[in-house]
């Protein structure tokens, strides 16, 4: 266990992150939501180097250190993550963490710390083969799995970002032991912005899971424009090619947040989504939601958004249409979705992860430690 105290009653906290996805987001409002209850986060980064607005983002927060090391769905085999466990115990040791909080399971993989260790799994090629293939992943990535496994079973604490999530991890992986859910959050303030007619959607376009096609197929038959936001070009060389839909590319976040507030309609058409960022910013911008009929959107968006097939351009295409054509449903969906989105707050997050945090050490800490 660590020493108490020795930080002046503040918890320094080493948290993995990367600059490609939406652990990034997570990571910064979390962090900032955790700053009111005495913990200070030190980011340890790894993949593709950030750009410079999202490096100084990190540095008003906390403290950002890039480690010259991949991730682990960019890498062919083991032998090329197989160090990360031992820089990331390095980097606790050197910043005197009290603890870790790694949000990519294979992180924790036989890690040589006695810190306590959560672990976050907000997606993983293990589940994201069984949602959007249905199958096993490859032979050739069975390590994927087995690294995986090793990172929850070594976790003092394991966190899905939805029920879902954790239901899908478990039928992957088997009984994963300390396993709770924490849902995400959104720091995006509430909006009564006056709405475009347009149709909006986020998302890493190159990956299979976000269901491009899908969605560039309902452009071609929607009334309204529809806009995809986000990189069509991925890390390793994957793409997609809109037709239909104008893509706008990656939007930097106060850029995207200022589309989110002005679309009246927010789309998502994922196979594979966790917990699903763009559609809760959307419910916080009080958009009408259109979403893949997935369990993990039923789960969070039931009574508040129309649900679509996702292996059907048609069925998303008639759900624009039908918005489109009924501004009262499209308001009446839309404040839904916003009375919603307040169960997904930063500060509700901060505590659960609080008391996730505090069943760690002998004595919680929050705001008013001395």
Request: aromatic share 8%; with cysteine.
């Amino acid at each position: 266990m660590i020493r108490q105290g020795r930080h002046k009653g503040r918890c320094r906290v080493v948290m993995t992150l990367d600059a490609v996805g939406g652990v990034w987001r997570y990571a910064m409002d979390l962090a900032a939501a955790l700053k009111p209850h005495n913990v200070d986060m030190i980011f340890a980064g790894l993949g593709p180097a950030p750009s410079a607005e999202k490096a100084a983002e990190a540095e008003r927060i906390g403290k950002l250190v890039w480690l010259d090391a991949p991730l682990d769905w960019m890498v062919e085999d083991e032998t090329a993550i197989a160090g990360v466990p031992r820089r990331i115990a390095d980097l606790a040791r050197s910043e005197e963490a009290d603890l870790l909080h790694l949000n990519l399971p294979s992180q924790a993989a036989n890690i040589e710390t006695d810190l306590p260790l959560v672990v976050a799994c907000h997606s993983c090629v293990v589940t994201w083969f069984a949602a959007v293939r249905g199958s096993q992943v490859p032979r050739d990535w069975q390590w994927q799995y087995r690294l995986n496994r090793a990172g929850f079973a070594r976790a003092d604490a394991v966190i899905a970002p939805s029920r879902s999530h954790a239901e899908a991890m478990q039928a992957a992986y088997g009984r994963i032991a300390n396993l709770q859910v924490v849902l995400n959050a959104s720091a995006l303030e509430t909006s009564d912005e006056p709405k475009r007619n347009v149709v909006l959607a986020a998302g890493r376009w190159w990956d299979e899971g976000k269901n491009a096609a899908v969605l560039d197929g309902a452009a071609r038959m929607a009334r309204w424009p529809v806009v995809a936001a986000g990189a069509s070009n991925g890390p390793n060389g994957q793409s997609m090619q809109f037709r239909h839909a104008t893509h706008r590319g990656e939007l930097a976040h106060p850029q995207m947040a200022a589309a989110i507030r002005k679309a009246a309609i927010v789309a998502s058409p994922s196979i594979y989504e966790p917990f699903g960022l763009a559609a809760l910013e959307g419910a916080r911008a009080g958009a009408a939601l259109v979403l893949a009929d997935i369990p993990t959107y039923r789960e969070l968006w039931e009574g508040a958004a129309l649900f679509a097939d996702p292996h059907h351009p048609q069925a998303f295409a008639d759900a624009f249409n039908t918005l489109a054509d009924d501004p009262q449903r499209r308001a009446a969906l839309g404040l839904k979705a916003r009375e919603q989105s307040a169960r997904f707050s930063p500060d509700a997050q901060a505590e659960a992860m609080c008391r996730i945090y505090s069943d760690m050490f002998d004595r919680p800490f929050s705001a008013a430690a001395e």
